[in-house]
């Protein structure tokens, strides 16, 4: 089956609509075209945001960030220092979720798991190679 779908240049997700809001975010920041494309001649991977299919569980990845930054209502994105040698000084890496319907402000790393439960919560799986004390 192929559908058309909207890429951003140089990006490497694919959003149903063109009016999709982290299309939107993401064209902010590069400023880049919109390209109409037909998914599955490409290996471009489905927008969270968009998709057909909504799901309540997402793994936190540097290409997801935006996307998740939308459908996680009360989240910003986490930053830690740079390495040395970086131009900037700060890197993203991962999502904070806010304190919300008396969950703890949680930080969800790249490779951690954010779940959406009943009620509008949403709770932080960190990744199994994390040692929890
Ligand atoms: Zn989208």
Redesign the pocket.
Known sequence: MTTTAYVLDGNARY?HTAT?T??DTARLFTRGDITEVTVGTTDHTP?L??VAAPSAEWVVTADNLGELLELVGPSKVHYAPAPPGHYVSVLADGLTVMAHKGQPRAWARFGDTIRRERGGRYIVQHAATETEA
């Open positions: 959003h999709c982290a299309l927008c945001v968009c």
